[in-house]
């Protein structure tokens, strides 16, 4: 009995566009979800906290008495942590701060002509929304992801929003409000889901006790695909950082690769979800029985079992068999894999060539593991082959820029016959005048 099932494309000429078509993918219906939580977010667009409260009651089973987390709960959540999550959250975060400062941008002065400048300046988003999961897995580390790379940019406010628990009094975890502290984010607010999205994309004029909520500028942070749904519904009105689906894995290994690892990075992302997707493109047969014999052991081993197992043998994994590394590249990139491991012999060389990722693992010790919580990278990527066109979350995602340009009369009248002829040719003479009339006396 096998866990993957396996597309043998050696020999097969297939365009670009046949290969894509031929790799497993996950299915997400976000149309489906779109029309299920468009209700919910115009009511909380309309209604405010109530309408958040009352789907807190039918989504997760419990009303918050508060929607605003106090800044008692969350220190008390930091005093009760357990000290080795505290330590390893710290250094977590330690590493993300070390990555996110030095990706920050400085100003950048460029003088087009004597006394025509053009200077980029990367100015940080005002107010951001950062959504922390709480469903099958509570995620402290997608704080961490969320918040450092918000704080390196220079953003002036953060509100973080998690599901409220019925175990918790209604509050989100205490894993979650205990990292929130670490990093010092005030604002929590006990939602979740497609409500949460729509209170951050909205605001509130009061979540209870007289005090509101203002509406954020950009929405970040991973979620189920009703979360995906909601963040596609209020992006007309907010930004946000992408519509990421199930998670991925792939990995290129060629017979020199150890078994054991691959499997077992295989089943670390297949725990997430049985939507997960699980990919391993290799031209070796041999290392694909090895890694079936593993799985074999592996699998049950696993503390979620039946949930790797389903995604495992689930339409988005399988084994895709190639004549040699050069054909496993074209085909990892035309995948686009959210998470990219590279086991072949000469990895940094091979990882060197990857166009498309949202992030590449290399060499036999670098598992995606390391990046979910250790790396110092970031783990909020891009799923669904949209690494083909966007990266992942990090401090430029907090970033925007505006040219400022300052031209004094000679380097204006430079470019005087440039802007007025084009002008011309587009048909917007007023265009043409607003340079020529600084001309005239």
Known sequence: ???????????????????????????????????????????????????????????????PAHLRVPETAL?????????AIRAALEDAIARVRAVSEADARPDERVEVVPGGIVTQRWIPVRRVGLYAPGGRAVLPSSVVMNVVPAQAAGVE?????????????????????AACALLGVTEVIAAGGAQAIALLAHGAEDLGGGTGLDPVDLVTGPGNVYVV????????????????????????????????????????????????????????????????????????????????????????????????????????????????????????????????????????HSPVSLGDYAAGSNHVLPTGGTSRSTGGLGTQTFLRGIHVVEYDREA??????????????????????????RFER
């Open 1 to 63: 009995m096998t866990y993957l099932s396996v597309t043998d494309l050696r020999g097969a000429a297939l365009s670009r566009a046949q290969l894509a078509a031929a790799l497993p993918r996950a299915d997400v219906d976000v149309e489906s979800a779109i029309a299920a939580v468009r209700p919910v977010v115009e009511d909380v667009a309309h209604r405010g906290a109530e309408a958040v409260l009352e789907a807190s009651e039918r989504f997760d089973g419990v009303r």
């Open 229 to 364: 749904a909601a963040k596609r519904l209020v992006s007309s009105r907010v930004g946000i950082d992408a519509e990421a689906g199930p998670t991925e894995i792939a990995i290129l290994a060629d017979a020199e690769a150890d078994a054991r690892f691959v499997a077992a990075d295989l089943i670390s992302q297949a725990e997430h979800d049985p939507l997960a997707a699980s990919i391993l493109v290799t031209d070796s047969e041999e290392l694909l029985g090895r890694v079936e014999e593993q799985l074999a052991i592996q699998v049950p081993q696993a503390e979620h079992a039946a949930r790797v197992e389903e995604a495992l043998r689930g339409v988005q994994s399988g084994a895709i068999l190639v004549e040699d590394v050069e054909r496993g590249l074209e085909v990892v990139d035309v995948y686009g894999a959210e998470h990219l491991e590279i086991q072949t012999a000469d990895a940094s060389a091979v990882a060197a060539r990857v166009s498309n990722a949202g992030a590449v693992f290399v060499g036999p």
């Open 157 to 177: 406010q953060i509100v973080l929003a998690s599901p409220p628990q019925k175990e918790f009094d209604g509050l989100p975890h205490p894993t979650i409000l």
């Open 412 to 437: 204006l009248a430079g470019a005087r016959a440039t802007a007025t002829t084009l002008a011309a040719a587009e048909g917007l003479p007023s265009h043409g005048r607003a340079v020529d009339i």
């Open 75 to 83: 220190a008390a959540a930091l005093a009760r942590l357990d000290p």
